[in-house]
T-cell receptor, first 116, second 112 residues
Framework: GAVVSQHPSWVICKSGTSVKIECRSL??????MFWYRQFPKQSLMLMAT?????????EQGVEKDKFLINHASLTLSTLTVTSAHPEDSSFYIC????????????FGDGTRLSIL | KQEVTQIPAALSVPEGENLVLNCSFT??????LQWFRQDPGKGLTSLLL?????REQTSGRLNASLDKSSGRSTLYIAASQPGDSATYLC???????????FGGGTRVLVKP
């Protein structure tokens, strides 16, 4: 089946650091990737949608200069949290789908980000 | 704007009982509805996907129904086991585009 790999699975860093999270589709071409954020005991909130080779579309309230998304290839998207602060601590999950309006999203295992 | 609600937020049952998890959505113009399982600190595992034209889907002990006109879906888990303990999320995909809107989840604890 379709596999999405997310790396790192867990990162702890100091306030002010920029952190990059990778999302890779291992056995299919991901024309669209989605980035979600999940606070403890809450549901997933979509942050942005990225199509390969295009600028990401951010959801309302998500700062595009804070959360930089790059989707330069059909197998890799990255989310960079710039100048991270403790309030950015969260669980970040990516998903990927291939071309076609009825294609399912395949989810990565998530990245736990803790900012000290 | 689509809103998805899951009731109850938490559920605790003894092993062997059947589980009934509810999901409601405000906009019936959906493409499909999907149920996921999430273990603590992990990603999502897809359980069942119901297309908008379908009424139900079954996989083993799991059965999900969909009533699009009333904006409801129910996930049934028969003969629950401690290994079924997890958070269950429902998500609807809008008809136009492929964005998913998630409910708040139901945290399930099956006691041995």
């Amino acid at each position: 089946g379709a596999v999405v790999s997310q790396h790192p699975s867990w990162v702890i860093c100091k306030s002010g650091t920029s952190v990059k999270i990778e999302c890779r589709s291992l056995d299919f071409q991901a024309t669209t990737m989605f980035w979600y954020r999940q606070f403890p005991k809450q549901s997933l909130m979509l942050m942005a949608t990225s199509n390969e080779g295009s600028k990401a579309t951010y959801e309302q309230g998500v700062e595009k200069d804070k959360f930089l998304i790059n989707h330069a290839s059909l197998t890799l998207s990255t989310l960079t949290v710039t100048s991270a602060h403790p309030e950015d601590s969260s669980f970040y999950i990516c998903s990927a789908s291939t071309w076609g309006s009825n294609q399912p999203q395949h989810f990565g295992d998530g990245t736990r980000l803790s900012i000290l | 704007k689509q809103e998805v609600t899951q009731i109850p937020a938490a559920l605790s049952v003894p092993e062997g009982e059947n589980l009934v998890l509810n999901c409601s959505f405000t906009d019936s113009a959906i493409y499909n509805l999907q149920w996921f399982r999430q273990d603590p600190g992990k990603g999502l595992t897809s359980l069942l996907l119901i297309q908008s034209s379908q009424r139900e889907q079954t996989s083993g002990r799991l059965n999900a129904s969909l009533d699009k006109s009333s904006g409801r879906s129910t996930l049934y888990i028969a003969a629950s086991q401690p290994g079924d303990s997890a958070t269950y999320l429902c998500a609807v995909r809008e008809a136009a585009g492929n964005k998913l809107t998630f409910g708040g989840g139901t945290r399930v604890l099956v006691k041995p």
